[in-house]
């Protein structure tokens, strides 16, 4: 297998986090494989197996469902987490193709390289807690994780817990890929709380643009105690798009990104409205 010496199947998550710590740099942890056995640097050769951890599926808590690390996306794709978090079913269900999302993990998708992911990008909006097992465990708001800083050193994700949705809320995703199985060159979702069609908060995340992910949260929008219309919606992606410096790189140019998220923001923002019960006049 590739440039890889050996593959090392952990049985506990300590023994896992005790066998990166060992082997330092030249090891990485390997959950789906989708990003690390293609695009893992020559340096790496120690892959240490964490899908035998225990760390996968999804639980119901009440108020929020627990999704384990190495839960498969297409397992996040069951009518209950339509119903419970559609927002993150919305992304999961466009994460490259069938056959990547029967591999694929949800902490390969907050912990790889395609940053940030649009699974990442669904949970900045609505927000969720993500758990870590490094020496000691933690618990972090996925922004610190996505945009403040990262996994330090051996630190492994455990599982992400996210609120289920509630009645006056609304959450949308929308991206743009060369293709629908690319990795988006822009990504948005918005999370949105309403009373009588009035803003009551707001928070919207764009990836995909820069090395790190923006989120807007209502004061920033100038967004509470507006009435959600189409117009609030087409002046919030104006904003959203002034207030971003887009990368450019070889799939896209910083314009053309630039112009794609006023599009992905107002396409994210309409689901959202539509999702918290907004019936718009015209
Ligand atoms: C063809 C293709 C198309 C794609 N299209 C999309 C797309 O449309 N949208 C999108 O968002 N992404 C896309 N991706 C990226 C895809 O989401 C990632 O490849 C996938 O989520 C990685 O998950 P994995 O379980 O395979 O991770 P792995 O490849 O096993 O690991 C990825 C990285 O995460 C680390 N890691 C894995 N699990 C954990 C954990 N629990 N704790 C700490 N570190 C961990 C690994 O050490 C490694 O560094 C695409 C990838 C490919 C190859």
Redesign the pocket.
């Known amino acids: 297998m590739k440039h890889f010496r050996q593959y090392l199947r952990a049985g506990t998550l300590a023994e896992a986090v005790a066998i990166r710590k060992e082997v330092g740099p030249k090891s990485?942890?390997?959950?789906?494989?989708?990003?690390?056995?293609?695009f893992?640097s020559k340096g790496v050769d120690v892959l240490i197996d964490?899908t035998g951890l225990g760390?996968d599926g999804t639980s119901d808590h009440g108020d929020l469902i627990s999704v384990g690390?190495?839960t498969r996306?297409s397992e996040l794709l069951h009518p209950d987490m339509r119903a419970d978090v559609p927002v993150i079913y919305k992304a999961a269900s466009?994460?490259?193709?069938p056959l990547?999302r029967n591999?694929?993990?949800l902490?390969?998708?907050l912990?790889?390289?395609?940053l940030p992911?649009?699974?990442?990008i669904a949970l900045l909006a609505t927000g969720a807690r993500i758990h870590l097992r490094g020496e000691e465990q933690r618990i972090v708001p996925i922004g610190d994780l996505l945009v403040e800083g990262w996994?330090s050193g051996y630190?492994?994700?455990?599982e992400v817990r996210i609120d289920k949705r509630r009645p006056g809320t609304g959450a949308g995703f929308a991206?743009f890929?060369r293709s629908t199985?690319?990795?988006?060159l822009v990504n948005a979702a918005a999370a949105l709380e309403v009373s009588k069609g009035t803003i009551e908060a707001l928070r919207i995340a764009v990836g995909q643009t820069g090395s790190k992910p923006v989120v807007l949260a209502g004061p920033a929008l100038g967004a509470e105690g507006r009435d959600v219309t189409r117009d609030f919606i087409r002046e919030s992606a104006e904003q959203v798009a002034a207030s971003v410096r887009p990368k450019a790189d070889s799939r896209a140019s910083a314009d053309y990104r630039k112009s794609l998220i006023k599009v992905m923001v107002a396409r994210a923002l309409t689901d959202a409205a539509a999702e918290a019960g907004v019936r718009f006049a015209d």
């Open positions: 990485l942890y390997i959950a789906g494989g989708t990003t690390v056995v293609p893992a964490i760390l690390a190495t996306l466009v994460v490259g193709s990547l591999m694929a993990t902490g390969g998708c912990a790889g390289i395609f992911s649009d699974i990442g996994l630190e492994l994700i455990t991206k890929g199985v690319d990795i988006s």
